[in-house]
């Protein structure tokens, strides 16, 4: 058990419950009318994704001795907002793989992927819905709004080379950390856990979410296409303005910063651009100072959820951050 | 007051609660992170709609004695959500007018229109959660899964000769008529009114909507631009499978459908086509069997509203299921 990852001791903690919810995935995710459906979300959900979000909100719910049966419900619709928002993702960002395979607007089409996504979105308000609890609608209604917000704020900033890191903030905390945020929290609130307890909950997943978006920037220019399931320099040809970008540019000098206008804000790139834009990461340290920061909102999501009662659940996930951001190393 | 057109005394009998709503939408479709939002958003729903859906809630909830605040809310709500379904329908079809107007996907980029509309989606769940009412937030999730069911199968049947008038009606009833049939019912369940006035209300809005988008279906083949505010033969360059088309089908002969199979299945088509299909829809009577239809539903229309208790609104929502046929004559 101890050489475990923090993730896979969770699934293996959660595994009944998560059972249960993949049941509900696979039943609520049918149509009978429109078979295109399932077809394009098993393509998806059926692609080992983690399922870390609904893991977070089943282990919630554990900590908090919660007595419903709605943990289910709402571990599947954070589960299918999580799907929703990638299909439109890959939409967005015209990408060609995810998770390793192709993606659904590469296998069908941007109408499917476009179409679909709304679908889910509809099934997991329908889901969350039947929890008759109006606290984590509202949880669940903000979140959704503030993912759309952050992705949009994320368009509009694409090849600005002005972008601020608080920008960057606001984007990652819509795009990333809202869910996060909502998944954890809806665990202790559907279990009528104590304020402090929903508190650190939602922290602990705010600055989860933060660290997991920081990490996976990192990755996008220094990890391996094998580990991310995805192409390595995505977020450069997206002309994305990512945190090892915007630390990179705050140290270019003239000459390089002639480089970025290039090959960021007018997308003009070549074959060696992306090994060059790395070296310049490498000389300015942005790349260090960006696992610094991974490093500092994986201990603040340490200490959030070290405010909840000692618990085999709770050792876990105050290990989770640690790991999150060692997938770099 | 005789000679103003149904939708016109509508308005005006309503334009004190219209102009509640008109400011619950601007004050929620702002976005201090992402000016992007507002400017897609007004860009569409400043080039004059006729908020016919918006109008149904009021009147209903109006004619219920409704006592609550929030069908200002349930209006916007569903304006909303209307809103998200036109830009994610316009990215879909590629569509380049809509209103009149250049479409969002034409002046911004078919990103925008998918993350707006997700951000207005969002927005749209916000403001039903505040109404607090559970049956009312189960209405309107349920609606929004067989909107996105609608347009994922019409999707799918595209370009399908095969495709029946029950699988029409499938893809119509989701498309369009889940969200009159939702908008009239909200109105009465905030109200608290009699089951009985909240089903025929329902009743009034799905066969209103039906109605509604048959006609629609006409237009495009008949209609003329300025009056539409789109281009006429959309349809038919869509390769969509409407009602007339599914009509004059089932009366061509083999000739005639080798032009179908060339110009539908597989959208191969000349200057000409369109003319000559509207020749082909005209011999074989498709344009009146369809307006035929349409009356059909109006009737129904007119029929459940009139369960309601006699009162002005009711009988401008009488009138209406002809006005919206009329458009053709």
């Known amino acids: 058990m101890q050489q475990q990852k923090p993730l896979d001791q969770l699934a293996?903690?959660?595994?009944?419950?998560?059972?249960?919810?993949?049941?509900?995935?696979?039943?609520?995710?049918?149509?009978?009318?429109?078979?295109?459906i399932?077809?394009?979300?098993?393509?998806?959900?059926?692609?080992?994704?983690?399922?870390?979000?609904?893991?977070?909100?089943?282990?919630?719910?554990?900590?908090?001795?919660?007595?419903?049966?709605?943990?289910?419900?709402?571990?599947?619709?954070?589960?299918?907002?999580?799907?929703?928002?990638?299909?439109?993702?890959?939409?967005?960002?015209?990408?060609?793989?995810?998770?390793?395979?192709?993606?659904?607007?590469?296998?069908?089409?941007?109408?499917?992927?476009?179409?679909?996504?709304?679908?889910?979105?509809?099934?997991?308000?329908?889901?969350?819905?039947?929890?008759?609890?109006?606290?984590?609608?509202?949880?669940l209604a903000n979140a959704s709004a503030t993912i759309a917000e952050g992705e949009v704020l994320q368009l509009t900033v694409a090849?600005?080379?002005?972008?601020?890191?608080?920008?960057?903030?606001?984007?990652?905390?819509?795009?990333?950390?809202?869910?996060f945020e909502a998944a954890c929290k809806v665990g202790g609130v559907i279990s009528n856990a104590d304020d402090r307890f929903i508190d650190a909950l939602a922290s602990y997943g705010d600055a989860?979410?933060?660290?997991f978006q920081i990490t996976d920037d990192l990755l996008d220019y220094n990890g391996k296409s094998d580990d991310l399931g995805k192409s390595i320099g995505d977020d450069f040809r997206e002309q994305k303005m990512s945190l090892p970008l915007i630390k990179v540019l705050e140290k270019s000098n003239t000459t390089e910063m002639e480089f970025w206008e290039r090959t960021i804000e007018k997308g003009e790139q070549n074959d060696?651009?992306?090994?060059?834009?790395?070296?310049?990461?490498?000389?300015?340290?942005?790349?260090?100072?960006?696992v610094r920061d991974a490093k500092f909102w994986a201990r603040k999501a340490k200490k959030s959820i070290m405010v909840l009662p000692e618990s085999p659940l709770r050792n876990i996930l105050a290990d989770l951050p640690d790991f999150v951001v060692n997938r770099l190393v």
């Not at 090849?159 to 869910?179: P, S």
């Not at 989860?208 to 660290?211: D, K, P, W």
Request: charged share 25%; proline share 3%; hydrophobic share 40%.
């Open 12 to 36: 293996s903690l959660l595994s009944k419950d998560m059972d249960e919810v993949n049941s509900l995935i696979k039943k609520r995710m049918a149509s009978d009318a429109a078979p295109r």
């Open 38 to 139: 399932p077809e394009v979300t098993s393509h998806l959900i059926d692609a080992g994704g983690k399922r870390l979000r609904p893991l977070l909100t089943l282990a919630a719910a554990k900590m908090c001795q919660n007595k419903t049966p709605f943990h289910i419900h709402l571990a599947a619709t954070v589960e299918f907002i999580h799907t929703a928002t990638l299909l439109h993702d890959d939409v967005v960002d015209e990408s060609k793989q995810r998770r390793g395979r192709p993606t659904a607007n590469l296998l069908w089409d941007n109408q499917s992927s476009v179409l679909v996504g709304d679908y889910l979105f509809s099934r997991s308000f329908q889901l969350m819905v039947e929890t008759g609890n109006l606290q984590v609608l509202d949880i």
């Open 159 to 179: 090849q600005n080379l002005n972008t601020t890191e608080e920008t960057y903030f606001k984007v990652i905390r819509g795009k990333t950390a809202a869910l």
């Open 208 to 211: 989860l979410g933060i660290c």
């Open 272 to 290: 060696n651009d992306f090994d060059y834009a790395l070296e310049l990461m490498i000389k300015h340290n942005a790349l260090k100072d960006t």
